[in-house]
């Protein structure tokens, strides 16, 4: 199993749309998760990180859920400019990197 | 990321040379990282340092080298040694454990 897996995609829906996208990670002692989006031939940026307690921020929503090993991120009301490819970081505390998961493709169609 | 500059944006390498990529920050981050990204994929780990005079090799190290002499600067040497070079590399600095990484605006390298 890989260490972060996330929904394949890509995902295409109209402007307004809600839009959720899961991942997965096989590491039960993972301490932070975060989500990227990454513009076509650009860098990641960070979106928002994810907290146990689960947050928001404008339009998205992040989840965790530490028993099942997945967090989510929700977008409501979808525009244009959201189309991206978003990435599921997962950090294990000491001695350990962020891993990055493969990504999932995000249109929003006018 | 304000903050963090990578030059050139793109580079081309011929047979046989070594290429080196440029990371600075003015972050005051500690630690700083290296990644490559091939098209369609997601981020790999090259090398990483979490302070000067001290680094690590990442998943994917052979033929790359770095040195981090200075807190400001991780340079990235592609050496002759890795075949197939042709990626996005990207740096990335962190500033503590378990916070955020922030990434420069990568460079892309290609083989004439």
């Known amino acids: 199993r890989k260490e972060v897996e996330q929904d394949p995609g890509p995902f295409n829906v109209p402007e307004g749309a809600t839009v959720a996208f899961n991942c997965t990670y096989s590491n039960s002692a993972s301490q932070s998760f975060f989500w990227y989006r990454q513009d076509c031939r650009k860098e990641p940026k960070l979106l928002m990180s994810?907290?146990?307690s689960g947050n928001e921020d404008g339009r998205f929503t992040a989840q965790l859920n530490r028993a099942s090993q997945y967090i989510s991120l929700l977008i409501r009301d979808s525009k244009l400019s959201d189309s991206a490819t978003y990435l599921c970081?997962?950090?294990?505390?000491?001695?350990?990197?962020?891993?990055f998961g493969p990504g999932t493709r995000l249109s929003v169609l006018p | 990321d304000g903050g963090i500059t990578q030059s050139p944006k793109y580079l081309f390498r011929k047979e046989g040379q070594n290429v080196t990529l440029s990371c600075e920050q003015n972050l005051n981050h500690d630690a700083m990282y290296w990644y490559r990204q091939d098209p369609g994929q997601g981020l790999r780990l090259i090398y990483y340092?979490?302070?000067?005079?001290?680094?690590q090799k990442g998943d994917i190290a052979e033929g790359y080298s770095v040195s981090r002499e200075k807190k400001e600067s991780f340079p990235l040497t592609v050496t002759s040694a890795q075949k197939n070079p042709t990626a996005f590399y990207l740096c990335?600095?962190?500033?503590?454990?378990?916070?955020?990484?922030?990434f420069g605006d990568g460079t892309r390298l290609s083989i004439l």
């Open positions: 994810v907290y146990s």
């Open positions: 340092s979490q302070i000067v005079n001290d680094f």
């Open positions: 970081v997962v950090n294990l505390f000491v001695g350990q990197n962020f891993v």
């Open positions: 990335a600095t962190q500033d503590r454990l378990n916070q955020p990484q922030h």
